[in-house]
């Protein structure tokens, strides 16, 4: 059974995010949206970077712990680690309903 994802969970994440830099967010946000564990190159293209730029900030991404990858042969495999920044993400991505 999953457990319950409470406000202040989501704040925490979502203020964990804000603290990040812009491109820092965008890499989040490509790695949560190409889903599958995306190589650099793919998160690359998807920030409109070069992936010597990505590989640099996806480095310091893994310091923080926010992600982390598998390297298979000469490409690395990423995901994000931090639960609860995944959980915001997939809250904000769910369609609004007007009340």
Not at 5 to 15: P, T, V
């Amino acid at each position: 059974m999953a457990k319950e994802f409470s406000i202040g969970e989501y704040l925490a994440a979502k203020e964990r995010m804000r603290n990040l830099s812009s491109l820092q967010r965008k890499i989040v946000d490509a790695i949560h949206h190409l889903g599958e564990m995306p190589t650099n190159t793919e998160i690359a293209r998807y920030c409109f970077s070069t992936h010597q730029t990505v590989s640099s900030t996806l480095s310091v991404l893994k310091g923080k712990k926010i992600v982390n990858n598998i390297s298979f042969g000469r490409n690395s495999y990423w995901n994000i680690t931090d639960l609860q920044i995944c959980q915001m993400l997939d809250i904000q991505k769910q369609p609004r309903n007007n009340l």
